[in-house]
């Protein structure tokens, strides 16, 4: 699988860029990944319509946008762009707004960026190193930070916090599975879902639960088969009654709102 720094060149890096309305930001991703020899220019409009059509459940944490539409034509290879905006832009969502920073994503299918997106999710998911990448002078910094170079520190520290935040559980549930659903199957779920794995492995109930990230069609159709879904408000009210309980996720890369979720599935 790729890594992060394969698909995020740093060709494809541009910061502190004007941008008016989330239109033009996604715009901004769009031009990158034309760019990088990632896209057509249709996968960009595509990128636009999927928040037209479905909310900006794409803003998954507190000023983050990730921005995508499903695979198609216009997608000429696996990659991403990142844009990080001079002044933030509103693209409606209830909790999260107003986004600075716009991940553009374009993938011929599920599998060739999981490694990335998982990458990506534990990034962000410091806070050290979130910060790292907010306050990046340049393109060529951002990307030694998305490498890896210079966050040894706030890793350790992000271990840290997450083995004494882990509950003192004495048996874990039977094989479960539990469904991370977005509109389209290849982002923001996958996103949700690399959280979710990582709190399931502080806990020790990897072996017991199964996690799998799929868009709101499919989720329909599996969601007998889950103990609960977890996705965006957006894509909760898509989904509706689906016959298991649904839970909103505010922030993709909170693993304490994820841990919380958790607990009140189980009621541990």
């Known amino acids: 699988m790729a890594a992060l720094s394969e698909l995020l060149p740093v060709e494809a890096v541009r910061l502190d860029v004007p941008a008016a309305d989330w239109r033009e930001a996604i715009r901004e991703v769009g031009g990158l990944l034309v760019a990088t020899g ?3 220019d ?10 037209e059509e479905n909310g900006p459940y794409i803003v998954i944490a507190p000023g983050f946008a990730f921005a995508h539409a499903r695979p198609s034509p216009a997608v000429l290879k696996t990659g991403l762009s990142w844009v990080r905006l001079a002044q933030p832009v509103e693209f409606g969502h209830e909790a999260n707004d107003p986004v600075t920073l716009v991940v553009g994503l374009a993938a011929q299918d599920s599998a060739a960026h999981t490694a990335a997106m998982a990458s990506l999710a534990k990034l ?6 979130a910060r790292a990448l907010q306050e990046a002078p340049d393109p060529a910094a951002l990307h030694a930070v998305l490498a890896g170079q210079g966050t040894a520190s ?7 916090q997450a083995e004494q935040a882990r509950p003192q559980v004495r048996r874990g549930p039977a094989v479960h599975k539990i469904l991370t659903v977005c509109g389209n199957g290849v982002g923001t779920s996958l996103f949700l879902k690399n959280t979710l794995e990582q709190v399931l492995d502080r806990w020790g109930w990897s072996r017991y639960v199964t996690v799998e990230a799929t868009d ?9 088969e889950a103990v609960v879904i977890l996705t ?7 989904l509706g009654d689906v016959g298991v309980p649904v839970r909103v996720i505010e922030d993709f ?3 304490s709102e994820v841990d919380r979720a958790l607990r009140e599935t189980y009621d541990v």
């Open 38 to 40: 990632v896209t057509t």
């Open 124 to 129: 962000l998911g410091d806070p050290d190193t």
């Open 232 to 238: 965006s408000r957006e894509i909760a009210r898509t």
């Open 253 to 255: 890369t909170s693993g």
């Open 216 to 224: 709101t069609i499919s989720a329909k159709g599996k969601a007998s």
């Open 42 to 51: 249709t996968y960009t409009a595509e990128m636009i319509r999927n928040v």
């Open 154 to 160: 706030s890793a350790g520290q992000g271990e840290g």
